[in-house]
């Protein structure tokens, strides 16, 4: 079992930067992939970015790619993901993730969930 804490979120101007942090506790923790997803208003949740349990490989949706990094801290039980040059289109509530397996897909099974922090990002 997995507890998710999101935490980081704000209200930023187009081309700031924030990071989101995601706490995790549980056994095995640092077995888990992890990864985010975020939700605009009216719209499906979307895959943003993962990265196994050892951390030797991330992946990230096209529209992030070079923004955007997630990392993990195992030691720590902590997730990241720094966003730079943030856009409107980026607006969204940002959920942490976690499934036990090599890695977090778009379309793929999650087994646990955060309670997701808000992006609000204006030009």
Same mark, same amino acid.
């Given at each position: 079992?997995?507890?998710?804490? %999101? ?7 187009? =081309? +700031? @930067? ?7 506790? &549980? !056994? ?17 949740? %979307? ?7 050892? =951390? +030797? @490989? ?7 790619? &070079? !923004? ?56």
């Amino acid at each position: 079992q997995v507890q998710l804490v %999101e935490s980081g979120g704000g209200l930023v101007q187009a =081309g +700031d @930067s924030l990071r989101l942090s995601c706490a995790g506790s &549980g !056994r095995a923790f640092s077995t888990y992939a992890m990864g985010w997803f975020r939700q605009a208003p009216g719209k499906e949740r %979307e895959f943003v970015a993962s990265i196994p349990w050892n =951390g +030797d @490989s991330t992946y990230y949706v096209d529209s992030v790619k &070079g !923004r955007f990094t997630i990392s993990r801290d195992n030691a720590k039980n902590t997730v990241y993901l720094q966003m730079n040059s943030l856009k409107p289109e980026d607006t969204a509530v940002y959920y942490c993730a976690a499934r036990r397996g090599l890695i977090i897909v778009a379309g793929g099974w999650v087994d646990y969930w955060g309670q997701g922090t808000q992006v609000t990002v204006f030009s």
